[in-house]
Structure formats: C-alpha cells, structure tokens
C-alpha cells in the first residue's frame, strides 16, 4: 500500500497569504547570502537544503487521502482535498472511461465532505461512487443532500451523472472491500467518528482522525492501543500541542500530538504521521510541534524506534 495526501487541514481550508509567501523569499535570501547558482539543477540543489517551511508549506486543503494497492479508487474523507483529486483522475481518464471509487468516511462534518460538490467524477455518467461509514446511511445521505441543495449550492444532488451508493459497515468487524481488509473503530468525538484499519500483505495502515483520547479512560485507551497494534502507518488526529489541550481545548473534539505518540508507543505502531492540523497554525508552527514531537517519542520511546511526521499536501508515505 501507498497512502497519498491530498488534504490535511482541519475544521475548513487555509490559504497561504502573500506575507508568508514573501517571508519565505526573506528567509531564503538570507540563506542564499551572496551565493551565485550556475544553473537550475545547482539552485534546486540549495532549496533542498532550506528547511522545509521555507522551502515549502504543510499546505491547506482539508481532510482527503488516498490509498494505493486496491482493485480501484479508495480514499478517506471528502475535504477540499478531493477536488484536486478529481482534477487528476478526470485528466488521467477522461469522461470516456468509467471508474470505481470508494470513500471511507470518518464522518460527515463540513470539513469532510465539503469536496464532493467539486468532485469531477461525480458528473459523469457511468462512475461508481460507493460511500462507506460507520454511521446509518440515512443520517449519511442528508449530509451530502443538504450541502448541495438551495441555497447552498447551485447544483441539486439529482443532477450528478455518476451513480452513488451509501453503505452503513458494522464496527469492530472486518470486511473484505476491493482487495483491502477493512476494520472500522467508532471514535470519541461529537456526533462520534470512525477510524479504519487497513490490512494488505501483512502490511498494516490506520486511519484515525477527529478522535479525542485523554488516556484517562482506561477501557478505551486499551481499545485504540489494540485498534493502532503494530500497525506500519498510523495516521492519527494530532489537531492540537499539548499546551493547548492542557489550557483551552480539552473536550473539543480532538487529540494531541504528544497523546498521539503515547498511544502509539504502547500499540507498538512504525510511523507516526501528525494530521487533521490546526488551521490557526502556521507551517513555521507545525513545524515547531513536529520537532517536539520527535524530541518526545526519543525521550518516551526509552530505546523504542518510532518514526514521527507530520501530513502535508503532495506527501506520499510507503507502507
């Protein structure tokens, strides 16, 4: 398996204003200090060398990924991510050629279904679209209605030309779906959420977002320890510092980065991927937490290897 990120934002979308932009240049300058660059390669080689906020950004597109190695499409979520995605596809296919896709939805706030409306592939007729959740398909169903009925968008659900299919699967039960073992995990978050274990060749990826664990409740710290077990890649709500938790945003709904590493280290997890950010933090603040973050698995690991990074845009993790 491949997972791809396409959106990792949390809440609703980010852009990346124009002063951060132009202090990206400053700092880059001031790196550069006087340096001549021969030719492209040579200048390509020093923006390798800049740290990754300034050569780059965690992006602001909301929750979207895609997971590689099945018999077709599959992703998880509908944020803004998942126009992108259907720009790709639609490029790649045409209107010609119909596709399967599976969506994996950890639940229907606006963060994550807000792509669908934009999603190209949903307009042409003789696309699948098969919608998996662990909530009931009829509360699933008026999600997606609602957002694209009057007045909010102009283009009502009874117009898209693909055929789209709600399916309701059981928790704590696997299923056989498109060459993946799939197992959903209800999640503590308002409304509830679903988190998805994905197994394939011995290969192991959770998908856990908009899930708040305090490590207090034992029965269901032992629950998602045994949900992450030994998984390659977890992808794991780490939307807050711990600061934050401590001081202002228990009960919101999500989780820390350092609960995060907790968890995993106790599940005995590989890669720790930090995701569903924050849209108030900068890439200059994701950043920080990041480096805390890896501080602090070095420090509670005691000897244990986690690997630790954080989701942007564009990224793409082997399993």
């Not at 994905?198 to 409740?217: C, G, I, M, P, W």
């Not at 709500?237 to 968890?263: F, R, T």
């Amino acid at each position: 398996m491949q997972v791809y990120f396409w959106g990792t934002r949390g809440s609703l979308p980010v852009t990346l204003e124009g002063a951060a932009i132009r202090e990206k240049i400053r700092r880059a300058l001031l790196k550069a200090d006087g340096r001549r660059f021969e030719n492209a390669a040579v200048a390509e080689r020093f923006i390798d060398e800049l740290d990754f906020p300034v050569r780059s950004s965690y992006g602001g597109n909301s929750a979207c990924i895609e997971i590689i190695g099945g018999d077709h499409y599959t992703l998880c979520d509908m944020g803004s991510g998942l126009r992108p995605f259907g720009q790709q596809v639609t490029r790649r296919h045409g209107t010609g050629r119909p596709q399967t896709y599976n969506f994996f939805m950890s639940h229907v706030h606006w963060d994550h279904i807000m792509g669908f409306p934009f999603f190209t592939p949903a307009y042409i007729p003789g696309n699948v679209i098969r919608i998996h959740c662990g909530h009931p398909t009829a509360l699933v169903e008026e999600a997606f209605r609602r957002q694209q009925s009057s007045p909010c968008f102009p283009v009502e659900w009874d117009h898209l030309g693909a055929t789209v299919e709600f399916i309701q699967l059981d928790a704590d039960r696997w299923h056989e779906i498109d060459g993946l073992r799939v197992l959903p995990k209800r999640q503590p978050h308002p409304g509830d959420s679903y988190g998805y274990r994905f197994e394939q060749n011995d290969r192991a990826f959770v998908y856990s977002t908009d899930t708040e664990h305090k490590l207090t409740l034992d029965p269901e710290t032992e629950a998602a320890v045994e949900f992450y077990r030994s998984a390659d890649l977890v992808v794991l709500d780490a939307m807050y510092s711990l600061n934050e938790m401590i001081n202002s945003k228990a009960d919101w709904g999500h989780s820390s980065n350092v609960v995060g590493v907790d968890l995993c280290l106790r599940a005995g997890v590989k890669h720790y991927c930090l995701f569903h950010h924050d849209p108030a933090h900068g890439d200059e603040t994701i950043h920080n937490i990041l480096g805390e973050t890896r501080r602090y698995a070095e420090i509670a690991g005691d000897g244990q290897a986690l690997q630790v990074s954080a989701a942007y845009d564009g990224l793409l993790i082997n399993v």
